[in-house]
């Protein structure tokens, strides 16, 4: 029955879905410049599933599922150990002290708490820029509640870490909205973060905040860039990508609305 019980949860767990990313991957401008900084070289974005194998776990990979076999995925790892300077001397498996699996980030946004101690915390009234601190570990820079860079760290994502804090303003904005992205349901508003993956009257109050503010043709960030909150419109109402929140948004909201949700 113990045996049985394992076999069950891990059914369980390989038949999760994947977290949600809106805007889907590939459509961020964020995106590109999250790679051009270096970080898609261990976080890469797209991988397809192995084939159905009857012994998945013989060490010749493959999926124990039909439904799970060749599938284009966006984990954003690359599955292998590095050393970026996050090290507890731990030695584990093939892990040195120093080394650590590349985390998938599909689904960070709706993560509790970062960095395999937990140590960076993204509470209810975070915003993108509480990823910054883990940025900040990849070039073995502390974090204010981490301590880091253990002695004989190779810091391998420093040239990635020095080029993210070259950034402008525009496009340091932009990769962190990317990052905001892997986690987030379409329509689901960021007024309180990181959302709950519902579609709800909270989502539809926001909704119609952005029409209010913007129409057809109009991002109604631009229309009033004095409002910081418009800045979502467009990143999480823009349902059909064309750089607006307008009446066919609204129609695919509707879609998707729950009021009893």
Known sequence: PGVEKI???TDFQQLLGVPPQWPPQGTLPGETVFNQVGCGACHIATWTTGLLSPQPNNGAGGAAFAVLANKTIHPY???LLHDIGTGDHIVFGDATGLEFRTTPLWGLRQRVALLHTGCVSLGSASTVEGFVPV???HGCVPAASCEFSPPGSQC???ASYAAFNALAAAQRTQLLDFLGSLGRK???SADSWPGDLRINLDDWFFMTYCIANGGPGRDPEVVNPSIPQLHDCRLGFDSDLDGDTDLRDVSDFLILFNPDE
């Open 77 to 79: 790892s690359d599955w």
């Open 7 to 9: 076999d069950a949860f």
């Open 135 to 137: 940025i900040d570990a």
């Open 156 to 158: 391998e994502a420093q």
């Open 186 to 188: 379409l329509f689901d």
